[in-house]
């Protein structure tokens, strides 16, 4: 049995409400994106889920989410195979071909499969490469964003006390 450590679906909306605010073609984006999102945050499977490419970075207008799903191993086969049959519109890497009106998103999904031989290190450097150096992954999903959006929202909460007061 996989130990499930996901950050609150509430919390999660709040970190992607506040990475998207920034530009309507932003909010517009993530309104078509985040229930799939949310979704796909909730497989049993995926452990981590990262925010990555231009809708990581301060690009006014990405033209789709990119989102990097790194899952529990090892998958059995069948595992693996409902993850893919399920998500493969949104995996274009993998080759495979589909038409837009089946993608219900505009969401670009990479799994470790579908990075095709490049560690997180080498994406991570094309991004920077890309997006400036200041550019990195944002986490959305994994024990280690639900702690850092828990100290989000307290300090947030104590600032609201503050002006209460």
């Known amino acids: 049995m996989r130990a499930q450590f996901k950050l609150a679906s509430e919390v ?5 409400q506040k990475v998207f605010s920034s530009s309507p073609e932003r909010e517009a984006l993530l309104k078509k994106a985040e229930p799939l999102i949310e979704e796909i945050a ?3 499977t995926v452990k981590r889920l990262y925010l990555a490419g231009s809708s990581a970075s301060k ?3 990405p033209s ?13 086969n069948a595992e693996s195979g409902a993850f893919f049959d399920k998500y ?7 080759g495979m071909v589909f038409k837009p009106e089946e993608k ?21 450097k094309e991004g920077k490469k890309r997006y400036g150096e200041n550019y990195k992954w944002l986490r959305i999903a994994s024990i280690l964003a639900a702690l850092e959006a828990m100290r989000v929202v307290k300090k947030e909460k104590g600032k609201e006390k ?3 007061d």
């Open 42 to 44: 909730n497989e049993p």
């Open 104 to 124: 219900k998103a505009p969401l670009h999904l990479i799994t470790e499969d579908s990075l095709k031989g490049f560690a997180p290190k080498e994406y991570m």
């Open 59 to 61: 690009k006014v207008a």
């Open 162 to 164: 503050d002006k209460e």
């Open 12 to 16: 999660r909306k709040k970190i992607l």
């Open 88 to 94: 493969a519109p949104y995996m274009p890497d993998m």
């Open 64 to 76: 789709d989410i990119d989102l990097i799903a790194r899952r529990d191993w090892p998958l059995s």
